[in-house]
T-cell receptor, first 110, second 112 residues
Framework: RKEVEQDPGPFNVPEGATVAFNCTYSNSASQSFFWYRQDCRKEPKLLMSVYSSGNEDGRFTAQLNRASQYISLLIRDSKLSDSATYLCVMFSGGYNKLIFGAGTRLAVHP | NAGVTQTPKFQVLKTGQSMTLQCAQDMNHEYMSWYRQDPGMGLRLIHYSVGAGITDQGEVPNGYNVSRSTTEDFPLRLLSAAPSQTSVYFC???????????FGPGTRLLVL
């Protein structure tokens, strides 16, 4: 089983839609969690960190569920510019390294 | 402030050739790392460094060497290129391993 698993998508949604991605992880020792965004043929960039209490940044909301070992990303009022691949990333204390998911592709259409 | 820079952007090699991928950062970050990204897979750590003079292996180190003689530079050397090393290579730097990773624009490598 992969340490971090994401639905590869693509998620095709119209502008204005709400879309949610989940990411499951297998190592309960995972300490820190992040969502990165990667545009086509570009480098990944940090979108937001994920805190135990959940956190929101504008139209983006991230949640962590340690009991079920998953994190989620909710995007409200989708924009065309949200089209990208979203990478789930966690820091594994057990392995002392960052582990990247393969990404979920989002395509927002007019 | 250029952030993280990588050269070259693209490279085609023949099997058995060697080359060095360059990476530099101007943010005075101690932690630097090299990843490769292949279709359908997450970024995989090749080598990393926690400071000048200190390097260590990541998840997929075979066929690659690194050195860190200065805080700014972290080159990745392919010793004898193989088709399995065809990939996109990203260099990243950060204040620490759990901190925000700043990635360079990547090097697309094709090994024939």
């Amino acid at each position: 089983r992969k340490e971090v698993e994401q639905d590869p998508g693509p998620f095709n949604v119209p502008e204005g839609a709400t879309v949610a991605f989940n990411c499951t992880y297998s190592n309960s020792a995972s300490q820190s969690f992040f969502w990165y965004r990667q545009d086509c043929r570009k480098e990944p960039k940090l979108l937001m960190s994920v805190y135990s209490s959940g956190n929101e940044d504008g139209r983006f909301t991230a949640q962590l569920n340690r009991a079920s070992q998953y994190i989620s990303l909710l995007i409200r009022d989708s924009k065309l510019s949200d089209s990208a691949t979203y990478l789930c990333v966690m820091f594994s204390g057990g392995y002392n390294k960052l582990i990247f998911g393969a990404g979920t592709r989002l395509a927002v259409h007019p | 402030n250029a952030g993280v820079t990588q050269t070259p952007k693209f490279q085609v090699l023949k099997t058995g050739q060697s080359m060095t991928l360059q990476c530099a950062q101007d943010m005075n970050h101690e932690y630097m790392s090299w990843y490769r990204q292949d279709p359908g897979m997450g970024l995989r750590l090749i080598h990393y460094s926690v400071g000048a003079g200190i390097t260590d292996q990541g998840e997929v180190p075979n066929g690659y060497n690194v050195s860190r003689s200065t805080t700014e530079d972290f080159p990745l050397r392919l010793l004898s290129a193989a088709p399995s090393q065809t990939s996109v290579y990203f260099c990243a730097s950060s204040q620490g391993q759990q901190e925000t990773q700043y990635f360079g624009p990547g090097t697309r490598l094709l090994v024939l």
